[in-house]
């Protein structure tokens, strides 16, 4: 590896290492990305809630009572006072089938917590593009700012010679205000990006930003590996075990209960019962709940196929986007030094009386358009990648 390229290569990783540090800052601080994981130990104890029988019940009563004293007493042998307990009992495969329900959602967080971080870092990645591009702008325009300022000591010595006008250093001058103006605007641009990367990482991070440097393009793509695509098919995992729940939702739920009635001056008497429900509606009832998880499933099955397509064509799109801008760049750097050459003889020419300072500056401001399209060109390549690296 030559001086050069070595050169190049830490330049280039002292940049991504600001970018990566970034990402890393955001990834444990987002708020939302953090609440994920509470809302993935939400369902994880919502299942184990879900294996467990349901509360028993306790009663006290008073039964039988006549209307002359209301109150048990021998001689109302019926009235007694009465301790009853009952317990609905589900059927084990029901509360497991159920809990793998709320286990599989919990793994469904998994997915959505990918999608949002994919998402997170696409938009901290292009809002770090366009804090680099304010710093691009700026030192554009100071060099701007340079090249006029020695224009207009050139303009004043021929000035004093007779050589130039005074509307020509005025009109010189004016530009000078001009681009401390866009300097101004260069500084807004980058406190907007920086104040929105604040809110994204979910707190301050010391950024120094850097040149613009062109990211290279990922070059494959598989649509089964895009995290929206993961996340409907862990969607489609949850609607196939709430179908599985559902085709044991009309098996009977048993009710178990037990009595004690204490009767005065007579023998106690004890009470036990069991029943369970009986699904006579079966078919206008249960059976609708397994049709309905199926109809969903297969729903799901569509946007599943929709979305595959939907990221397929959106990553060759801005593959091709990403191309056709390339190009552009190339084109448009090749034409900044071919500018730079004739403002070069421009200047020469200049100094010997044979040609006009607004030619010049007509020249300049041609190149100084061609380095803002540069800037911002290589800001919207950087900003597709991103945008592509999300979709993977």
Do not use: C
Not at 43 to 56: H, Q
Not at 125 to 130: D, F, G, N, P, Q
């Amino acid at each position: 590896m030559t001086i050069v390229s070595l050169m190049l290569f830490l330049l280039s990783f002292g940049f991504s290492s600001e970018l990566n540090r970034l990402i890393d800052f955001a990834l444990a601080n987002n708020p939302k990305l953090k609440s994920y994981e509470n809302l993935k130990k939400a369902y994880i104890y919502r299942s184990k809630y879900s294996l467990t029988l349901p509360n028993p019940q306790v009663a006290l009563a008073l039964n039988n009572l006549d209307t002359e004293r209301f109150f048990p007493r021998k001689e109302n042998p019926m009235s007694s006072f009465g301790l009853y307990l009952a317990q609905k009992y589900v059927l084990p495969v029901k509360r497991k089938r159920q809990a793998e329900v709320f286990l599989k959602r919990a793994e469904e967080v998994s997915r959505m917590k990918e999608v949002y971080e994919k998402d997170l870092i696409r938009d901290i990645k292009v809002l770090y593009w366009e804090f680099a591009y304010s710093f691009e702008m700026e030192r554009i325009l100071n060099d701007i700012k340079k090249e006029i300022e020695s224009l207009i000591d050139i303009t004043e010595e021929k000035f004093r010679y007779g050589k130039a006008l005074l509307s020509d250093l005025i009109m010189l001058r004016v530009e000078v205000l001009k681009v401390e103006e866009k300097i101004a605007e260069a500084r807004r641009i980058r406190e907007v990006a920086l104040k929105k990367i604040y809110a994204l990482a979910g707190g301050e991070f010391p950024l120094k930003g850097e040149g613009l440097s062109l990211q290279p393009f990922p070059e494959e793509f598989d649509p089964e590996k895009n995290v929206r695509v993961r996340l409907t098919r862990e969607t489609l995992k949850v609607l196939e075990k709430e179908l599985e729940r559902a085709k044991v939702e009309h098996y009977p739920d048993l009710f178990l209960s037990a009595g004690y009635m204490i009767r005065p001056d007579i023998p106690d008497l004890v009470t036990f019962r069991v029943g369970a429900t009986i699904p006579v509606w079966y078919e206008s009832r249960e059976k609708m709940l397994v049709l309905e998880k199926r109809e969903r499933i297969s729903s799901k099955l569509l946007e599943l196929e929709d979305i595959k397509l939907k990221v397929t064509g959106d990553f060759e799109a801005l593959k091709a986007s990403y191309k056709i801008k390339k190009d552009i760049l190339s084109t448009v750097e090749k034409e900044i030094e071919e500018k730079k050459k004739e403002i070069e003889a421009l200047l020469i020419a200049y100094r010997y009386e044979r040609t006009d300072i607004r030619e010049i500056l007509r020249a300049y401001r041609i190149l100084w358009s061609l380095e803002f399209d540069r800037a911002r060109l290589l800001k919207e390549l950087n900003q597709t990648v991103a945008r592509a690296e999300a979709l993977q």
